[in-house]
């Protein structure tokens, strides 16, 4: 069927259109992804990652892994090879959306502009056509392509510096709070060695490890989901095993006030909370101190009576220890729970060992990044 020259004009001007907007889109979501240094939604990168986390959750179901060590193995790849797919959407986008030009300007059928992008995105060179205008576009396609491997290339050594700089923190904090990581083990860690009232140096470095992943874990979102070298490390709970060690400082040890604790907190769950907004995870951004969390009376009680035992000296009133304790949980235990559901973390106590309490609700709707 041939079509009328005026309705083959209107078609050819509304594929241009399109092909120009489809180029566009790529060249963006590469832009936003790898070089603008600030969060920003973007559909492609958002789809990539969510089909590719679909696809290996369906591997997970079809394969029957139901073991922690098993989920682990298999999700390490995830980021990975997420991350090694963008490029090859991005070419694939823009290489669609010059061919659709190529053919628009009636240089060729269907499949030989497909063929001719092909081998201008990739500077093969194996077809080429003789109108100038078009070798123009094809050259213009070819940089294009090489600027994106060439963003991936430079972006690899610094989301993998961003990561080591996370997992160095992560693995020093064995040493203070065992593993899994937790409150008890680190108070009674720093009685031992009679640095209950020293311990604002912890509190200053972790600090700044908050600040540094608020803005790594943001800009650079895929670091969100690189799992550590160990299987029994993450990021996100050693997170709360810090913040609940600062919480629990603050409110219960019959020390000094602590500041520097205080502090530690706030950057806490300011970067939890800015990173749950990247995945459209809800929370109460002013929650009151008497709202319920996830760690119950009978926990707390427990913890102290471990502490106290081993000579640890407590404030008297308990009572309002626990309220104090709640508190400063409540900043962020929705989204401490939801980030080690989303991230699969491994066990910890006071996080992950619960992050199946956490509503529905608080699931992710969108990867925004």
């Not at 889109?25 to 603008?36: E, K, M, N, P, Q």
């Not at 040493?175 to 409150?183: C, E, I």
């Not at 874990?217 to 709970?237: K, Q």
Request: charge should be neutral.
């Amino acid at each position: 069927m041939t079509l009328h020259p005026i309705w083959d004009l209107i078609l050819r001007l509304l594929i241009l259109i399109v092909a120009g907007y489809i180029i566009v889109r790529g060249i963006s979501s590469a832009v936003r992804t790898f070089v603008l240094p600030r969060s920003a939604y973007d559909p492609i990168s958002s789809t990539t990652f969510r089909a590719t986390s679909a696809l290996f959750r369906l591997i997970m179901r079809l394969r029957r892994i139901d073991s922690y060590e098993g989920r682990d193995k298999l999700m390490a790849l995830f980021a990975p090879i997420a991350l090694l797919l963008l490029p090859t959407v991005w070419i694939t986008t823009v290489l669609i959306g010059f061919a659709l030009i190529y053919w628009s300007l009636g240089s060729a059928d269907l499949v030989t502009a497909f063929s001719l992008s092909g081998s201008s995105i990739t500077t093969l060179g194996f077809a080429t056509s003789e109108f100038p205008a078009i070798r123009a576009l094809e050259f213009l396609e070819a940089v294009i392509g090489l600027v994106l491997t060439a963003l991936l290339i430079s972006y690899l050594p610094t989301i993998y510096s961003a990561f080591s700089r996370r997992e160095t923190a992560v693995a020093m904090l064995e040493v203070r709070a065992g593993t899994p990581p937790f409150v008890a083990t680190m108070v009674e860690r720093f009685h031992r060695l009679g640095r209950l009232d020293r311990m604002g140096e912890i509190w200053s470095t972790w600090e700044q490890w908050f600040a540094e992943i608020d803005e790594t874990h943001t800009s650079l979102v895929a670091l969100v989901f690189f799992r550590s070298p160990r299987g029994d490390r993450s990021w996100i709970t050693a997170a709360g095993a810090v913040l609940d060690s600062a919480s629990f400082t603050v409110s219960v040890l019959n020390i000094p006030r602590d500041v520097e604790a205080q502090i530690c907190i706030r950057a806490g769950f300011l970067a939890l909370r800015h990173i749950a907004d990247y995945f459209s995870i809800p929370y109460n951004p002013d929650p009151q101190p008497d709202d319920p969390i996830s760690v119950s009376r009978s926990e707390f009680d427990e913890v102290c009576a471990e502490l106290e035992s081993l000579g640890v000296e407590l404030k008297r009133d308990r009572d309002q220890a626990w309220r104090d304790f709640a508190g400063w949980r409540v900043n962020y235990d929705t989204v401490l729970l939801a980030l080690a559901r989303l991230t699969m973390a491994p066990y910890a106590p006071w996080s992950s060992d619960r992050s199946i309490l956490a509503t529905s609700a608080a699931s992710p709707k969108r990867l925004k990044k």
